[in-house]
């Protein structure tokens, strides 16, 4: 897209709900509303990604990524409550960008919930016609975990970021960041992750952000250890703890162009630069250089196209000081957020892209064999459900020191928002039985919900960052070996895929992290209430999930991800009748 009009600033989506005001998160506890645990953990996930712990602004129903909503209105929320409570578990809810539109008799092992949000046909995939449907209430922005009801705050995306910044220690420095300092900006719901991520990597973070509340948060709940009263301290900070070898993160209430731009005036060149904003929203995601948080609020609500010209100027400063400081000796990488695919598209600079995605730089060989984000949820509340999933994983594969070491350091360091939660990254792997690795774990946390061990079931999804269910050419099919980075027939058969194998949820979302048009993506709950349905459930799902990957990067040609078929026996049809 070569042009964008403003967003509109008022988007209909009325008074908070009365509903929300008194549960301010998820229902806890062991006592249902709904006439089952599968429709009960969508209402309690929504809420979750309601709670004013989790979600950016949960009073306009946005969850996290500039306007990534949880439901359409409050109108809608309180409909999509009453419909679950009502939902047979032998019917399925149909959820339209955010609203509820329709519920059928199907069976029980199809999904309760299936969602599409943003989804546009390719001609009209535009933000400039996602804001006039927007407008007149017909559409909603989903983001990817928020619109699915899949987001559990900051604890979510870390091991996302934890795993690129170890693969980049690896890569780069043999080992972790030990005495390295990584300069970033954002401190947003996603963005928040970067400061622990870099210190559980034994490395310093130096990170901008321009919402002095953002920063506080960080700092509230252990996400952050500093706050400097100006750059010059924060370099000094860094200095210190890098030259010490001891972790550190610290943060400067500044705009991160101005930031970058100050280090490369300064000779100070970070061992390494990448970015977390929200970039691929111009208007509601990005802050233009020059203003503070109300200042650049009134400009966007009295001049939306100054807003966003000056905001893709910034972009462009921004991209620039990326180059500068790379040219000067820094590892650059982008972090996802679409910011060189606006500087190219806006301001046709073709060099934007000359430091890469992380993704090709250091995910993609996890990808090909499936490895990728397992998160799950204690529905019950209860911090000790989720303390004996941890020893539950670490017992299953006693051999992963990388997982054992993160489990650690997750029990240690991340705080828990909302309901009680954890992520780690498995993979596809196949045992003796024909059994991945994630379908391993879901069977055991099924088990232990069976025996009374963990006290109410367990809800498994993932986030995004995904081996097989996303197409997003900025992102996570950047350079792919075959140019088939913008084939989006996958994250489709992905969502086809998961309904037969009896997913709970199943969802797919256009725009992700990166902005409308410029991905497609699926995601999928799995409800382990302890019964033979929900093993049977996950058997499946956590075999099709994965194998998706694992087939995608086979067919685009990657010698990991046919090496990972052979292994695991995943067909892969027109290579097997070769």
């Known amino acids: 897209m070569s042009e964008q009009e403003p967003a509109p600033t008022n988007t209909g989506i009325g008074e908070p709900s009365a509903e929300w005001r008194e549960y301010q998160g998820a229902p806890t506890g062991t006592d249902i509303e709904c006439e089952g645990w599968r429709q009960e953990a969508a209402l309690r996930m929504l809420n979750n990604n309601l709670d004013p712990e989790v979600a950016e602004k949960p009073e306009e129903l946005v969850v996290y990524g500039g306007t990534g909503r949880a439901a359409r209105s409050w109108d809608a929320y309180d409909a999509i409550l009453a419909e679950l409570r009502d939902l047979g578990g032998e019917e399925t809810l149909l959820v339209q960008s955010g609203q509820p539109v329709g519920r059928f008799p199907t069976h029980e092992r199809a999904p309760r919930v299936l969602i599409a949000n943003s989804n546009l046909v390719g001609k009209w995939d535009s933000w400039e016609h996602f804001h006039e449907l927007e407008a007149e209430g017909k559409i909603m922005y989903g983001q990817m975990t928020a619109g699915s009801w899949a987001y559990i705050g900051t604890q979510g995306i870390i091991q996302g970021t934890y795993e690129t910044l170890a693969e ?27 400061p622990l991520a870099v210190t559980m990597n034994r490395g310093v973070c130096i990170a901008a952000e321009v919402d002095a509340h953002r920063i506080e948060r960080r700092l509230d709940t252990d996400y952050l250890m500093e706050r400097a009263d100006d750059l010059d301290e924060a370099l000094d900070n860094a200095e210190e703890a890098a030259e010490a070898g001891e972790p550190y993160s610290v943060a400067v209430e500044m705009n991160v162009a101005d930031m970058l731009e100050a280090m490369a005036e300064r000779d100070f060149v970070p061992d390494i630069v990448t970015d977390q904003t929200s970039a691929h929203d111009e208007l509601k995601g990005y802050y233009p250089s020059g203003y503070t948080v109300d200042e650049a609020d009134e400009l966007r609500e009295s001049d939306p196209e100054r807003y966003v010209e000056e905001s893709l100027d910034t972009m462009e400063r921004h991209v620039d000081a990326i180059l500068e400081l790379q040219d000067r000796g820094a590892v650059a990488f982008e972090y996802g957020n679409n910011l060189r695919g606006q500087v190219e598209d806006h301001r046709g600079r073709e060099d934007a892209f000359d430091f890469p995605g992380f993704v090709p730089a250091y995910i993609r060989p996890m990808f090909c064999r499936g490895r990728g984000p397992f998160r799950w949820a204690a529905l019950s509340g209860d911090p000790a459900d989720i303390h004996r999933t941890d020893e539950a994983v670490t017992e299953l594969f006693p051999e992963n020191d ?7 350091l997750a029990q240690e360091q991340v705080s828990f928002q909302g309901l009680p939660s954890r992520v780690c990254w498995l993979g596809y792997e196949t045992d003796d ?7 391993r774990f879901a ?30 050419p900025h992102r996570e099919t950047e350079a792919m070996k075959d140019g088939t980075d913008a084939v989006a027939d996958w994250p489709i058969l992905n969502a086809l895929l998961n309904c037969a194998a009896g997913a709970d949820i199943v969802s797919v979302h256009d725009g992700g992290g990166v902005g409308i048009g410029n991905a497609l993506h699926a995601n999928n709950h799995v409800v382990l209430d302890g019964s033979d349905l929900a093993a049977e459930k996950a058997r499946r799902v956590f075999t099709t999930d994965p194998g998706m990957g694992v087939i995608r990067h ?9 090496d990972e078929a052979d292994q695991s026996d995943v067909p892969v049809p027109m290579r097997d009748r070769q």
């Open 402 to 408: 990388s997982l054992t070491r993160w489990i650690d």
């Open 168 to 194: 980049l220690g690896r890569q780069e420095y043999d080992d972790d960041l030990e005495g390295k300092i990584v300069a970033t900006g954002g401190l947003g719901g996603m963005s928040g992750a970067q």
């Open 443 to 472: 069977l055991r946390i099924n088990e232990l919900v069976a025996d009374g061990e963990i006290s109410a079931p367990i809800v498994v999804t993932r986030d995004h960052l995904d081996a097989g269910s996303v197409a997003s």
């Open 554 to 562: 086979a067919d685009a040609g990657y010698d990991d991800a046919i």
């Open 433 to 439: 039985d024909g059994l991945t690795e994630r379908a």
